[in-house]
């Protein structure tokens, strides 16, 4: 054993180096099946740590998260951090495009930072049909101490989970699909993983106390359905939706798509008694609801059985979803991850370089259900699209660019099945149209950043569309839907280089094909763009046995 005697000076140096690290949070998680009666029926689910939803990561901006997975089921797994940028570190997205799945008995460690964020994420599996069956879990990043967030301290803040399950289990629901086959409707919806019904006996899922607030994180992480929120007798007030500081107002329900998630304040300013939270589903032929109870300290008397109405339906409902959608602005003067206000940037005065239109469809080739943009329905290839692209052989499992900028004339007809991956620009300043022909609601989600949700509007996109862009205060996130018979318009600098995955959050159409991979490669080559591949990286695919390239310096 070597001993070491070091001078005071550098005692002192290395303390302050290790000091001006941000802080770490270490988690240790066992991925398991277990059973749980979401909907009242027992079946199998995925736990993590004996939980679902599984454990909340609550942290800081900047901090460093350290999750150690132990894969105890019986299949591959990966989970992904929905919303979470990782930059310049593709590397640990949890796509299929992006990391070899951590094999059934076996770990694997996720390192990453969360760089210059605030807001609320949650985290998922996407391999298989896993996320049909749990794995889920509430990602909440608070502002730094210094930098004023432009709302009081809530008393508490409690993580919800919601969205549609379905009762089939996830290996049933991916043989469907397998077999080209859809998953069809849901059974119902979930608070949290559980189901209750007005007038059900229930313990209160949360304790108010008279005169204070609390914060409320919402996520949608299921598989299909857009979904309504509502507190009985309350009022509440929007202050973040995927990591934007919004203008706040004052909301009696609130709708959340696929994939989307956002915080609300709400006063416990009623008499003392219980109240429902109420989720019903949106859009669809079958309503479904699920209602959690909230108890005032020291209160015994039940709910009331009368729920707060539900939005309008069917063609009014989608006009008064997307006016919802228009009543979100920036708050310009609040600050977020950073000191200087959320307004300093000025994304309207940039000018576009690309233009990107992708329109959705749903197909059948040889029988069998796909779905595709713009003609093309991803499929993964055996090795992961950034491992093949960073080894130098992406040649012999992809190539670039087989989705065009613009759709094919007849997006019904010609489909191909094949990885879709779109060779984009370093810094670029890009317009992505997504246009919706289908009669069902879509949502789209970006991986490893945050884009300016400029319209939603009817009709189909045309250049001249633009002067109806909001380029003043639109929201920076990460999803958005896009109504039946309508199109959405989103702009971002693509400034993070890694491989990053565009993607419907309706799981069925993912699975299908709905997605593909934005490439984005620094000309440099530079650590100060991007990390070179982790040492503990796991290889797979035609990868496995090559000597490992160069590191970036």
């Not at 400034?495 to 997605?515: K, P, T, V």
């Amino acid at each position: 054993m070597e001993t070491r005697t070091f001078g005071f000076f550098t005692l002192l140096l290395i303390t302050t180096l290790v000091k001006a690290e941000d802080p770490y949070h270490f988690f240790e998680w066992k991925v398991t099946y277990g059973t749980m009666s979401p909907l009242g029926i027992p079946q199998q689910v995925i736990l993590i740590n004996d939980k679902f939803p599984g454990p909340v990561i609550n942290c800081t901006s900047n901090n460093n998260i350290v999750v150690n997975v132990f894969n105890q089921l019986d299949e591959p797994f990966l989970l992904t951090w929905n919303g979470v940028q990782q930059r310049k570190n593709s590397w640990v997205d949890g796509t299929p495009g992006t990391m070899c799945p951590i094999q059934p008995g076996t770990n694997f460690t996720y390192k990453f930072q969360v760089k210059d964020q605030i807001g609320s994420y949650y985290y998922f599996p996407t391999t298989a049909l896993h996320r049909a069956a749990g794995g889920i879990g509430i990602i909440q990043i608070h502002s730094r101490p210094l930098i004023p967030v432009p709302f009081d301290n809530p008393a508490d803040e409690f993580a919800v989970v919601v969205g549609d399950w379905f009762n089939k289990g996830h290996k049933s629901m991916k043989s469907l699909l397998d077999g080209g086959k859809s998953i069809g409707r849901p059974d119902g919806l979930h608070i949290n993983g559980k189901s209750a019904q007005v007038g059900s006996a229930a313990e209160p899922s949360w304790t108010f106390e008279a005169g204070k607030t609390y914060r409320f994180r919402f996520c949608n992480a299921g598989m299909r359905t857009s979904v309504n929120f509502r507190f009985q007798g309350h009022d509440m007030k929007l202050v973040e939706l995927e990591g934007s500081h919004v203008m706040q107002n004052d909301y009696m329900s609130m709708d959340l798509h696929t994939g989307q998630c956002m915080s609300v304040l709400v006063t416990a300013d009623q008499p003392p008694k219980d109240y429902y939270l109420v989720v019903s589903s949106r859009f669809t032929k079958q309503p479904y609801t699920a209602v959690a109870t909230i108890r005032y300290k020291g209160s015994n008397s039940p709910a009331s059985p009368e729920l707060p109405p539900s939005p309008p339906g069917n063609t009014a409902g989608i006009a008064w979803s997307i006016n919802q959608f228009r009543s979100y602005r920036w708050n310009l003067t609040a600050s977020a991850a950073r000191p200087n206000p959320q307004g300093s940037y000025h994304y309207g005065q940039i000018n576009i370089t690309r233009t990107i239109k992708l329109v959705n469809s749903r197909n059948y080739i040889d029988g069998k259900l796909r779905f595709a943009f713009n003609g093309v329905s991803h499929i993964d290839p055996k090795t992961p699209l950034k491992l093949s692209e960073y080894f130098g052989v992406a040649d012999k499992e992809f190539k670039y660019d087989t989705i065009p900028d613009e759709p094919p004339p007849d997006i019904e007809k010609n489909v191909k099945i094949t990885p879709n991956v779109l060779n984009a620009t370093y810094r670029n300043f890009v317009e992505i149209i997504f246009e919706n022909r289908e009669n069902t609601i879509q949502t789209y989600h970006l991986d490893g950043y945050s884009f300016f949700a400029v319209a939603v509007e009817p009709g189909r996109w045309s250049p001249e569309k633009r002067k109806n862009y909001n380029l003043e205060d639109a929201l920076s996130r990460h999803n958005v839907a896009v109504f039946p018979g309508c199109w959405a318009a989103v702009m971002l600098t693509l400034d993070n280089a890694g491989m990053w995955s565009l993607r419907s959050e309706m799981w069925e159409r993912f699975y299908l094909g709905q997605q593909l991979y934005v490439s984005v490669l620094s000309p440099e080559r530079s650590l100060r763009d991007e990390y070179s591949l982790p040492e503990t990286t796991q290889l797979c695919g035609i990868v496995t046995n090559l000597p490992k390239p160069q590191g970036y310096v």
